[in-house]
């Protein structure tokens, strides 16, 4: 694990689907590894073949601004790649590589970027048909497998429950230098992109907001409650948290329903996509002798780990949670192809979990699985 690289999977799977005249888009929070993953693509092609461009660089943003087949034919002379990191900073740069990838034959396209909503904007409706779009996330356990036994996972899984799994903090023996870490990325990089946007400038509102969902893992979040605790209409808070998604910091997970007498059917719960985050926000980095939360650690992290797994294995699998009004409850449900799975998590389970009376009555087909320290990699990796 030298020079904070971890083998990504979703390298193989971008070497293997990598098309000509195709724009290959890999998306993913800030300090995710994204740049180092195009260092690790480029390293088995040839220097002259490429360009490498940085989006945040106006030199390389000049290099682009003549939108015409011949100013971008001269600048790809000879070359087999286009490779972009930042792209989204580069002004029409879905125009732009729409006539690329239409006007110059055999050219490779790679391009990264950190919010969804830019690249979207400014990609997506031009590059219809022409990209395939890759989510790299925080180290996912099943990436870790390769470089921990079993042993050293156990022991691992307090901290990753605690400081999450960045890149490069993974490799931070200190644990006081975890939380510096943590606590520069929330405050310097993790909400740049969503600040910049659309003239939002009070990131006091964007905290606090993200203090309150931090504080209500596993639970449904009220956005009239939110609403009033922060000040913020309604539909501004919907807003913020859809943008906050959309920079992939957190999760949005709906309520299921095939509308049953009793079942809730219009809740959200929220996740964070690291549980490093979650702490930094709520500034607590307590070991979990000390913390009233493991639940909802262990919670925010199974998710997190199951979206990796879902996402990397290129798995549809539509999830949500159930609850009743009775308050009869599953944490985490998935759906494929008709078929569900219902699982809970439990920590440290001190009696026998049984599935609910409801969710067996309307769904006896369904499997029930309950997720705790014994069985969990089966689940994530």
Known sequence: MNDFFINRTIESRIR?????????????????????????????ILKNEIIFLNGEDVNDQQLLQERSVSNYTRLLINKKYLIIDEAQKIEDIGLKLKLI???????????????????????????????????????????????????TISENLPLRLIYGAYPELVQIPDLKKKENYL??????????????????R???????????????????????????????????????????????VLLEVKSFS?????????????????????????????????????GELWENYLVSERIKFLNYN???????????????????IE???????AYEFKWNPLKKVKCPGGWQANYSSAEFNLITQNNYLDFIT
Do not use: C
Request: hydrophobic share 40%.
């Open 16 to 44: 293997k689907e990598i098309e000509a005249n195709k724009v290959t888009m890999i998306i993913g929070a800030r300090r995710v590894g994204k740049s180092i993953l195009l260092k690790v693509l480029m390293q088995d």
């Open 335 to 341: 759906e494929y192809n008709s078929n569900l799975a």
């Open 101 to 151: 990838v239409d006007n110059i034959p055999d050219i490779f396209v790679i391009v990264t970027g950190s919010s969804i909503f830019d690249l979207g904007l400014k990609m997506g409706e031009p590059l219809v048909g022409r990209k395939k779009t890759y989510q790299l996330f925080p180290i996912a356990q099943m990436e870790l497998n390769k470089y921990e036994d079993l042993k």
């Open 202 to 248: 009070n990131s006091k509102k964007i905290y606090s907001l993200l203090k309150l969902i931090a504080f209500q893992i596993g639970k449904e979040v009220s956005i009239p409650e939110l609403s009033n605790s922060i000040d913020l209409s309604k539909a501004t808070v919907e807003k913020y948290l859809n943008m906050i998604s959309k920079v992939f």
């Open 183 to 200: 606590y520069e990325l929330v405050n310097d990089y993790l909400l740049k992109d969503i600040l910049e946007f659309d003239g939002i």
């Open 314 to 332: 290129n798995n549809n699998t539509s999830f949500y949670f159930w609850r009743t009004y009775d308050h009869q409850e599953i944490d985490w």
């Open 258 to 294: 095939k509308n049953h007498r009793k079942e809730i059917s219009k809740m959200s719960k929220w996740y964070f996509l690291d549980n490093g985050i979650r702490n930094a926000l709520i500034r607590n980095f307590n070991l979990l002798n000390f913390r009233n939360d493991t």
